[in-house]
C-alpha cells in the first residue's frame, strides 16, 4: 500500500513540474518585444508587383535573406522557410518574404523560374528585390541585418556576405525578434509568430 501511495505521489509530481515546464514555455504577444520600425521602401516580387511596408501591414512576415546561385547556406535557409510555411499552414496572417542580396542578378524573372524550379508555395509567400540602394537601405537600415556586396566577394568566390537570420516582423512593420536557422531558433520563432496571430483579428 505505502509502495502504490509512494507512486502516486511521485506521478503527481512529475505531472506538476511537466505543467510548469509546458506552461514555462509559452509566451505572449507582450513576451515578444517590439525591436524597431521597419522604413518606408519600396520593391518589386516575383511577379513584378510591388512590395513595399505597407504591403506587410495586417500580417505577420517571417523574412529572410538569400539570392537565387547560393550554394551555401541559403538553400538550408530556404527549406527551413518551407518547412516553417507548411506548419503554420493553420494560421492566415502568417506570410513569407525571401529578400534577394544579389538585386544584379536575381531579377523578378529569375526569382520566378527559382520559386517554380524549387516548388515553392507562393500563395503567401513573396521574393523581392530591386535596386541595389533600395535593398541595403531595407535589409541594413530597416531589418538592421549585415550585408557585403557582389564587389566585396573574395577572388573566385560564389557568396556574398549577408545574414543568415531569419526576422519577424508584425502587423505593423514591426521587427519583433532575430533567430537562427537552425531547429532551436525556428521553433523560438514559430513560439513567438503563434504567440503574435493569437492577438490578431480574425481573418475571414
Given amino acids: 500500500m505505502r509502495s502504490k501511495i509512494f507512486d502516486l505521489r511521485l506521478l503527481s509530481l512529475v505531472a506538476l513540474v511537466a505543467l510548469l515546464v509546458t506552461g514555462c514555455s509559452k509566451r505572449s504577444a507582450a513576451d515578444v518585444p517590439v525591436l524597431g520600425q521597419l522604413p518606408e521602401f519600396s520593391l518589386v516580387d516575383q511577379d513584378q508587383r510591388v ?5 506587410m501591414e495586417g500580417n505577420l512576415w517571417v523574412s529572410a535573406f538569400v539570392f537565387t546561385h547560393c550554394r551555401s547556406t541559403c538553400p538550408r535557409i530556404t527549406a527551413h522557410m518551407k518547412g516553417l ?3 503554420l499552414s493553420d494560421v492566415p496572417s502568417a506570410h513569407f518574404v525571401s529578400v534577394s542580396v544579389d538585386p544584379r542578378n536575381d531579377t523578378p524573372e529569375v526569382i520566378k523560374a527559382y520559386m517554380t524550379k524549387n516548388e515553392l508555395d507562393e500563395s503567401n509567400w513573396r521574393f523581392v528585390t530591386g535596386d541595389e540602394e533600395a ?3 531595407v535589409v ?3 531589418f538592421r541585418v549585415g550585408l557585403g556586396d557582389e564587389d566585396s566577394k573574395a577572388a573566385g568566390a ?3 556576405m ?3 537570420s531569419f526576422v519577424l516582423v508584425d502587423d505593423r512593420a514591426q521587427v519583433r525578434g532575430y533567430y537562427r536557422a537552425n531547429n532551436d531558433g525556428i521553433g523560438d520563432l514559430e513560439r513567438d509568430l ?4 493569437a492577438v490578431l483579428p480574425a481573418k475571414h
Avoid: K
Fill in 194 to 197: 503563434r504567440a503574435l496571430a
Fill in 135 to 137: 535593398i541595403r537601405h
Fill in 140 to 142: 541594413v537600415d530597416g
Fill in 85 to 87: 510555411q507548411s506548419r
Fill in 158 to 160: 560564389e557568396d556574398i
Fill in 51 to 55: 512590395f513595399a511596408r505597407e504591403s
Fill in 162 to 164: 549577408h545574414s543568415n
